[in-house]
């Protein structure tokens, strides 16, 4: 067992772990952090993305020991949960951008990213081409596509950005 | 319409707990004490098993039992079974071989499960059960269907010779040889309807609990129909009793057919949950979910379709053997026979049709329902054959279309099946209006000046749905009938809660079954709440595939909302002190006919409850009724979709570059939701064209057994839609809904592979017309442009 | 995955004394290679070395004609380093190919080289660039480093610190991607500097990344598509699977090179 500290969705968290868990394993077990998923076992589908020190990262390809000292964020500390939606959140709703609902958390949170890197004008070709990390079976993607380009207007002047950016 | 009822894109009330990562899935629960199982599985496609040695791997840190199939056996537990008799042309039922949650004697397929670990942590039970030893004695496999029953073959059940579990027919074979030789023109083809790997997002996943003070067992299962699980596991397994046994399918991440099926993981979770004496979960990594999750489609047909000087079809005459893999799946008969020969009609007035289905056993994973079930495979045949008809007949295939539909409604098939309403001159009309389809030739013109060949192609597809008349399927051999239930639960405050069979998994039914119920009641959809997926909470349920929750589902909450309106009438009635018949109901309100007095739906829902102003001799307390409803047809949801490719000939890649979906689904609750539908059944089906190939090298292992090898459709493999519908209403159920679930995925393939012939010019590609296949087919041809 | 022991050592020398006590150790940098086949069961290194901590490994720098890129350093960083933008606009563009963005944010250039991934696409960047492989030891050139499908030169207990490129007068890379994994089905990589020209081909070969010599020649007379075409290679040596037969991927090495060479030389091809 080792020790790791970190922060994750504000609050700093330190937790004895067996060197091969996972970030994402961190997150479900021992925080019951259920929000990140885990759909493939291959690195590729995207369900597991959380930001880490405000980048889209895939939980389930980093070692909860090699974040020793970092900022987490996961879909649940998106938005405060007595608080608004993120505008992120809002346009999937507002889009029906999902089904099912399991890619949802990693697609809102690469979606976040993508908004942080390539600004509040997002046209479907880039949106499109920047979610070749997140598979969904069930939307055939039209309404998040359609979500993400409404999000991110929608984050333009709102000061909702990735809190582990700031 | 209000701007929640029926008709409204209303938001989806269930939204809030999936994007902010509150929602709770199978693996998301946990249980005191819970222990992880690992599932040792068979690395070969057929071997006998000679020998497990457990002993050392039940000394490993945190072991709490290592299982054999062997004591699996021993248990005297039952079999899983297939639910649907089909009967060979001979009359003799279909050889359904022994399928035990554990193999014990010998593995049929990669991935047949042959012991488990249970141990504290997942970590913990796999190193474990590198310590099991398993002794194999590989045998010869068998992988491709068109060899499976050939002399020779190795035989995988003994109780099915030559690997076969039936030869099945439909249809006038005298007739349809006759239209075939008396034709003017016929088209034949060959093809192979590829088999898929259904890959919900969420991977399948079990908790099972045992309570040995009460003596029952509860089930989390991520699936598509708690009840039926429950019945299997129950009465043919015999794990507990029925009353013994709570199923409980929390929030489920998609299915699209691979989580109706009772598997062998849940049955063993329950039998180990009991053996340790702790809660056990299991969760499918995703190279697991390839090698166990019951695949799709998997057919190798030829057909024939006959015209006349006129171009009118004459007859059809179709040759199909279907793959079941190494055991039949829970619904798995009835996919290539009642849910494939009988909409082998399609669109189309065919005098005579007749199709022969040989499904055998392979050394693969079982082939069961995925999204269209049949469907999407009869409409494969028929469009493809129709499209190829016409160019052979240099005729335009809109109207070769045109000139065969099915006008008047009803209309009887030659394949049992009977059109109840339609109008597929309108979906054809809106769908080429739409896309522009006289503007086609000028758009191929500009592709071309890009050294790019594009292609246009149709479907006009149609789908048997709501699922089913019971006492038709009673016939044709299935076990179960397929009403579906509800029950409307008044509190005393207003407020409703909605208790139905159906399971959601991405449909929506938290909302579409609110807006139904708040719609009837005049309630604002928060009022209403949908309970779904307990067998605890909820009566007995058939479940959610086969696009049946609309047009079955909420029929039965219409009849339940019908027998709470009779009774609240009654109680108002009392209320008002007027003549019952006096009473009527609208918008929220009690009135009497012709005067102002009246009461809200609270205060009858109330009264109910208090019970002092009515006699309770007469009127029992309360405001709750329950419902079955069975339907008196299949509905028919029919439309045209229309798929655009460029191909890039240098590299043979295809590009879907538009795509026009116009469909009739009858009645729309939520047009937001229906469209979704379509989106995502077009994606699967696009999948299925371009992309996604299941492949099995000739020893049976699966060679495309992970993401890094089976390409799921991206978001950028894929272009927006344009998505329309028209409406004929459904004339056999309340609401006039068909169901919108499976069209996409039906009429999608057959578009897409339309639209790449008519671009490559031949007929000759199978599916998925990857780019290597696609410049393959252009390499052979010599068709290959001269490198720019 | 099996277990292991974890060391975040600070310094390279460190993680040079930990390699080397330790003959099955591996070291782990982005992960994103290691990890995915340490959690299926396909490796199992009794100790990890991360080298997140050790000082010096990332940053991107020019010094007169060549770019360095420090081991550590990751694919989203290149993509979007204005120094490698400039310097090296098609080695920048390369880097934002790589995978999905998640995967750029954590995959780095010392292990995407240290791999060697017979599809990757920086073997074919340093290969086409005619890059050099700093190490803790020493330094290798491209053309000696990559030795076939996941193998390289390296000895053991032997870190990559920077890769060197030179910087070229034209460059481009044109990738074909597999479906499924969207690695490269077949990756071509074109440089003109002075008069050597690099072809370096990814994906195609079954042992590894290779040039064209033959390209490179026909490149030579004149540096434009026109001089590839109908063009191919051979099939033999070529992969053959379920993404592609040798055949096709033989076609596509010369329909790549020739839109790589158009790209380099800011022309469209087809
Ligand atoms: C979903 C997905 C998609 C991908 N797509 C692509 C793609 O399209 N193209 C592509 O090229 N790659 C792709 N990759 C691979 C990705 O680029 C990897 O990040 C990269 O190949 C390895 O880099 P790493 O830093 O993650 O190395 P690690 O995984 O940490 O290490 C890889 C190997 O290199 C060794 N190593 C690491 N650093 C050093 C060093 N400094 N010196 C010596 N040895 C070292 C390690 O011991 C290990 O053996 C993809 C990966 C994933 C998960
Ligand atoms: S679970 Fe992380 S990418 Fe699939
Ligand atoms: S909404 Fe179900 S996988 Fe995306």
Not at chain 2, 578 to 594: L, N, P, Q, S, W
Not at chain 2, 718 to 726: E, G, M
């Amino acid at each position: 067992m080792a020790a790791v500290s970190l922060t994750v969705n504000g609050k700093p968290v330190t937790a004895d772990v067996d060197p091969r868990t996972l970030l994402v394993q961190l997150l479900r077990e021992h925080l019951r952090l259920t929000g990140t998923h885990v759909g493939c076992d291959t690195s590729q589908c995207g369900a597991c993305v959380v930001h880490v020190n405000g980048k889209a990262t895939k939980s389930c390809t980093v070692l909860a020991l090699q974040l020793e000292g970092a900022n987490v964020l996961t879909i649940e500390g998106l938005a405060a949960a007595d608080g608004p939606l993120h505008p992120m959140q809002e346009a999937f709703r507002e889009n029906h951008g999902l089904q099912c609902g399991y890619c949802t958390p990693g697609m809102i949170m690469t979606a976040v990213d993508i908004v942080r890197r390539k600004g509040n004008d997002l046209d479907d070709h880039t949106i499109r081409e920047e979610l070749e990390g997140n598979i969904c079976r069930c939307t055939g993607y039209h309404n998040i596509v359609k979500a993400i380009a409404a999000g991110a207007r929608a984050m333009r002047g709102s000061g909702a950005t990735s809190r582990a950016a700031e | 319409m209000s701007v929640t009822g029926i008709g409204a894109a209303v938001r989806r009330k269930e939204d809030r707990r999936f994007i902010t990562g509150t929602g709770h899935y199978t693996d998301d629960i946990n249980r005191p004490g819970q222990a992880s199982i690992y599932f040792i599985r068979s690395p070969h496609a057929h071997a006998k098993i000679k020998k497990i040695d457990t002993h050392e791997a039940a000394r490993m840190p945190g072991v709490a039992g290592v299982f054999t199939g062997e004591q699996f056996a021993q248990d005297k537990l039952g079999n899983l079974i297939c639910g649907w008799t089909v009967l060979s042309k001979d009359g003799s039922p279909m050889k359904m071989a022994p399928h035990a949650a554990l193999a014990a004697g010998k593995a049929n397929h990669v991935g047949d499960a042959v012991a488990v670990v249970i141990a504290d942590t997942l970590a913990q039970a796999k190193d474990a059960a590198e310590k099991v030893v398993v002794d194999y004695e590989p045998l010869p496999a068998v992988v491709d269907p068109a060899k499976a029953a050939a002399k020779g073959a190795p035989l995988i059940h003994e109780s099915a010779p030559n690997n076969t579990i039936y030869n099945w027919h439909l249809g006038d074979a005298d007739a349809t040889n006759a239209a075939l030789k008396n034709a003017k023109h016929v088209t034949t083809l060959e093809f192979i309807n590829n088999r898929l790997v259904p890959n919900a997002m969420e991977p399948r996943a079990a908790l099972a609990e045992y309570d040995a003070a009460s003596g029952s067992l509860t089930l989390w299962n991520a699936t598509q129909n708690p009840h039926v699980a429950r019945l299997v596991i129950a009465a043919f397994v015999g794990m507990a009793p029925e009353n013994k046994l709570r199923v409980i399918a929390p929030d489920v991440g998609g299915g699209f057919g691979s989580k109706i099926f009772i598997y062998p993981e849940e049955v063993v979770c329950l039998w180990a949950a009991r053996k340790v004496g702790r809660p056990v979960k299991w969760t499918a990594e995703r190279s697991e979910s390839f090698i166990t999750d019951a695949h799709g489609r998997d057919h190798v047909t030829k057909a024939q379709m006959a015209f006349d000087g006129e171009g009118k079809i004459t007859g059809l005459k179709v040759h199909t053997t279907a793959n079941l893999g190494a055991y039949m799946s829970t619904f798995s008969s009835a996919v290539p026979t009642f849910l494939y020969a009988t909409l082998l009609s399609g669109q189309y007035e065919i005098p005579h049709i007749y199709c022969e289905v040989d499904a055998v056993y392979t050394n693969t994973v079982p082939v069961d329902a995925y999204r269209g079930a049949g469907r999407p495979e009869a409409t494969f045949v028929v469009e493809r054959l129709v499209e190829a008809g016409a160019r052979e007949l240099g005729v335009d295939p809109a109207v070769l279309r045109q000139k065969n539909f099915v006008k008047k409604f009803p209309y009887q098939t030659s394949v049992a099946s009977l059109y109840d309403a339609g109008d597929y001159h309108a979906s054809l009309a809106k769908a080429l209006e739409i896309h522009d389809y006289k503007g086609f030739a000028k758009r191929k013109r500009e592709s071309e000046r890009n050294g790019k060949l594009r292609g246009i192609g149709f479907a006009t597809y149609i789908e048997a749905c709501g699922v089913a008349p019971s006492a038709l399927v009673g016939q044709l051999g299935a076990g179960v009938g397929l009403w579906e239930s509800a029950e409307v639960r008044v509190n005393p405050t207003g407020s409703v809660e909605v208790l139905t069979g159906c399971h959601q998994h991405g449909q929506g039914h938290e909302t579409t079954f609110a807006q139904l119920v708040a719609d009837r009641l005049g309630l604002s959809i928060d009022q209403v709440n949908v309970l779904h997926g307990d067998t605890d909470t909820v009566q007995f349920g058939m479940g959610t595939y086969g696009s049946r929750s609309g047009a079955v589902g909420m029929s039965a909450i219409v009849k339940a909302l019908d027998k709470v309106e009779a009774k609240a009438k009654k109680i108002a009635a009392h209320l008002l002190e007027a003549a019952e018949g006096d009473i009527v109901f609208k918008d929220g309100k009690f009135t009497v006919a012709g005067t102002d007095k009246s009461a809200a739906w609270g205060e009858v829902a109330l009264g109910a409850y208090v019970a002092h102003k009515f006699p309770t001799s007469e009127i029992e307390p309360g405001l709750k009724e329950g419902a079955f409803y069975d339907p008196t047809n299949f509905t028919f949801p029919a439309g045209c979709h229309i798929c655009e490719v460029e191909i890039d000939p240098e590299t043979g890649e295809a590009t879907v570059v538009s795509w026009t979906a116009v469909d009739d689904f009858g009645t729309v609750i939520n047009p937001m939701i229906v469209e979704g539908q379509v989106h995502g059944g077009v994606a699967q089906g696009v999948g299925q064209a371009l992309l996604e190939h299941t492949v099995y090298d000739d020893k049976g292992q699966l060679v495309s057994g992970s993401y890094m090898d089976y390409a799921m459709p991206r978001a950028d493999n894929l272009p927006s839609f344009h998505v329309d519908t028209t409406v004929t209403k459904c004339p056999s159920n309340p609401l006039g809904i068909k169901g919108c679930g499976e069209a996409g995925a039906i009429a999608a393939p057959a578009a897409v592979m339309n639209a790449i012939t008519n671009a490559l010019g031949t007929e000759l590609i199978d599916m998925p017309a990857t780019a290597p296949a696609i410049w393959a087919v252009l390499h052979k041809a010599n068709k290959m442009p001269r490198a720019a | 995955m099996y277990a292991f022991t974890f060391h975040r050592p600070q310094t390279l020398r460190q993680a040079a004394s930990l390699l080397a006590k330790n003959e099955e150790a591996k070291l782990l940098a982005g992960g994103h290679s290691l990890l995915p086949t340490m959690k299926l069961r396909l490796a199992g290194p009794p100790q990890l070395i991360d080298l997140s901590l050790v000082e010096g490994l990332a940053g991107i720098e020019q010094s007169g004609r060549s770019l360095t890129i420090g081991a550590m350093t990751r694919h989203n960083d290149v993509n979007t380093s204005p120094v490698a933008q400039q310097a090296i606009p098609a080695l920048a563009k390369v880097a934002g190919m790589i995978g999905d963005p998640a995967v750029r944010h954590m995959g780095t250039i010392g292990g995407s080289i240290a791999n060697n991934d017979p599809n990757a696409d920086y073997p074919a960047v340093c290969l086409g660039l005619g890059a050099t492989i700093i190490t803790n030891k020493r330094r290798i050139k491209a053309d000696d480093f990559f030795t076939g499908m996941f193998s390289t030169a390296l000895e053991p207990a032997e870190i990559i610190t920077k890769v060197s490129f030179p910087i070229p007068k034209k460059a481009a890379y044109q990738k074909f991607r597999n479906q499924a994994s969207r690695f490269a089905l077949v990756g071509v990589f074109v440089s003109k500097r002075g008069s050597e020209i690099r072809v370096a081909v990814t994906g195609a070969g079954s042992n590894g990344v290779f040039r064209v010599t033959s390209f490179e020649e026909a490149l030579k007379k004149r540096f434009s598509p026109k001089s590839l075409e109908g063009m191919s290679i051979p099939a033999d040596g070529m992969n053959s699977d379920i993404h592609g037969s040798a055949e096709y991927r033989a076609h596509l090495v010369g329909v790549l090179a020739r839109r790589a060479v158009a790209e380099a030389i800011g022309k469209s091809a087809a």
